[in-house]
Structure formats: structure tokens, C-alpha cells
T-cell receptor, first 114, second 112 residues
């Protein structure tokens, strides 16, 4: 069964350092989401792509976060510089039809900023 | 802006009983509503999707209702089992219909 792949699974970084996460969605899924989830909270949408285009990045802290999906397939989310408050689970998900179809999630990357 | 509330942070029930979880939304009318299950340290897993013109949907022991007048969805697990213990997330398409927005979740604990 096809899965959304994310790496790394865990990442510990010092504050002010740069960190990057990678996501490979299910083949053929045009929509790709990056969510951030703080313990005890629901996933918060950071950025959404439709193919290679950004559809929604209104909640992305653009002074330190960036995301790209250059060929409309895999995607990278970067934080530079990392802050203590960025410690969270970063989840990638993909779907065939934006918010009106089921989303398939990866295992997530657990980021700890020290 | 759209707001999603899952009323209970935690719900504790006994094995065999029916668990009922609530999702309320305000400020807009979503066309689609979804429920996901999330286990600790893992990504959410899709369970059910219901459209605004559907009142009820079932899948095995799961049932979802969607009341657009009350702006509420109820998620039922019948004959609950300890293996059903997890966090359940309600999700809606956003006002533009483009993205999926999640509630905070309700953590269900089923004791034997």
C-alpha cells in the first residue's frame, strides 16, 4: 500500500541552527500539506501545495520558515533559524483533491530545539 | 475565521459501551467533514468522510452524523474495545474549499 514518506523521523537541533524536513507524497497526489502539531493540540496547517504552486501559506511564519515543491512531487520544509518554540511534530500529508478528499499522513518528524 | 471545537478533551468509557464524540464548527459552512484517528507519536489516519448533503454515514462499528443546521457532527463507536483508545480528530474543508483544517481532538480511553 502506498505511503507518504517523511524523513528524518526525529531531529534534535540547537536554537539558531537551520533544519530541514523532507516529504515524498503518494504518487499522483496533487495536493500536499505541511502541518505542525504541538503535543495535546490538533494539526495546524502551515502550507498547502497544489502541484508545485502554493495555495495557502497564510499560517507559515515566513521570516523563518520556507517550503518548496519544485517539481510538484516531493517537498522540503525548512526552518532557519530554529527557535525553542518550534519544537513540535511536523506532519506531511497528501490527497487527490485538496480539502474535499481524505488526506494520507506520513509518520511525521519530531523536532526538538534545545 | 472558521472555528472548530471538539468539546471534550478526554472521554473515558467502559468496554462494550458506545462512545460519542462531538465536533462543532462556527463562522462558515463546510461542504465536507472528516474524522481521523491518531495514535501517540504517529500521523492521523483517515476514518470517514461525510458530505453536507448526507445526514449519516457508517463503516463497521463507526457512525458519523452531520447536522448543518446545528453546525455539528457526532462520531459514534459502538461496542467499544480497548484497541479503540486513541485521539480522534475532526477535520473540515476550509471556507475556500481548498485546505483541510483540524480540531484539537478528543482522547478516548476504553477500559476493560
Amino acid at each position: 500500500e502506498a505511503e507518504v514518506a517523511q524523513s528524518p523521523r526525529y531531529k534534535i537541533t540547537e536554537k539558531s541552527q537551520a533544519v530541514a524536513f523532507w516529504c515524498d507524497p503518494i504518487s499522483g497526489h496533487a495536493t500536499l500539506y505541511w502541518y505542525r502539531q504541538i503535543l495535546g493540540q490538533g494539526p495546524e496547517l502551515l502550507v498547502q501545495f497544489q502541484d508545485e504552486s502554493v495555495v495557502d501559506d497564510s499560517q507559515l511564519p515566513k521570516d523563518r520558515f520556507s517550503a518548496e515543491r519544485l517539481k510538484g512531487v516531493d517537498s522540503t520544509l525548512k526552518i532557519q533559524p530554529a527557535e525553542l518554540g518550534d519544537s513540535a511534530m511536523y506532519l506531511c500529508a497528501s490527497s487527490t483533491q485538496n480539502g474535499r478528499s481524505e488526506a494520507f499522513f506520513g509518520q511525521g518528524t519530531r523536532l526538538t530545539v534545545v | 475565521s472558521q472555528k472548530i471545537e471538539q468539546n471534550s478533551e478526554a472521554l473515558n468509557i467502559q468496554e462494550g459501551k458506545t462512545a460519542t464524540l462531538t465536533c462543532n464548527y462556527t463562522n462558515y459552512s463546510p461542504a465536507y467533514l472528516q474524522w481521523y484517528r491518531q495514535d501517540p507519536g504517529r500521523g492521523p489516519v483517515f476514518l470517514l468522510l461525510i458530505r453536507e448533503n448526507e445526514k449519516e454515514k457508517r463503516k463497521e462499528r463507526l457512525k458519523v452524523t452531520f447536522d448543518t443546521t446545528l453546525k455539528q457532527s457526532l462520531f459514534h463507536i459502538t461496542a467499544s474495545q480497548p484497541a479503540d483508545s486513541a485521539t480522534y480528530l475532526c477535520a473540515l474543508d476550509n471556507q475556500a474549499g481548498t485546505a483541510l483544517i483540524f480540531g484539537k481532538g478528543t482522547t478516548l480511553s476504553v477500559s476493560s
